[in-house]
């Protein structure tokens, strides 16, 4: 069973890649929208869980939250709806 191993590290290394490639490709500010635009950005967790939670608001809602867009679209966003 010990040759088992070096294969499923490998396997384990392969599928680690694409997350890898994705992250790097993400832009550094929100793309351009009009008022109605949402921006779709992951938000802390609940107490007590550790679901992931995305909300999704326009610009003006998210500034009304003390939110900057382009500041967090970086490390927090995961999608647009127009």
Do not use: I, K, N
């Not at 949402?38 to 679901?51: D, K, L, S, W």
């Not at 326009?58 to 500041?71: E, F, I, M, Y």
């Amino acid at each position: 069973m010990p040759a088992f191993h070096p294969f499923l590290a490998l396997a384990l290394l392969a599928g680690a890649a694409p997350l890898a490639a994705s992250e790097e490709t993400r832009p550094a500010a929100a793309p351009a929208g009009d008022a109605d635009t949402r921006y779709c950005m992951r938000v802390e967790p609940a107490t007590g869980t550790r679901v992931e939670r995305v909300v999704c608001w326009t610009r003006a809602r998210w500034a009304s939250q003390g939110v900057d867009v382009d500041a967090d679209w970086a490390e927090e966003g995961v999608r647009v709806e127009e």
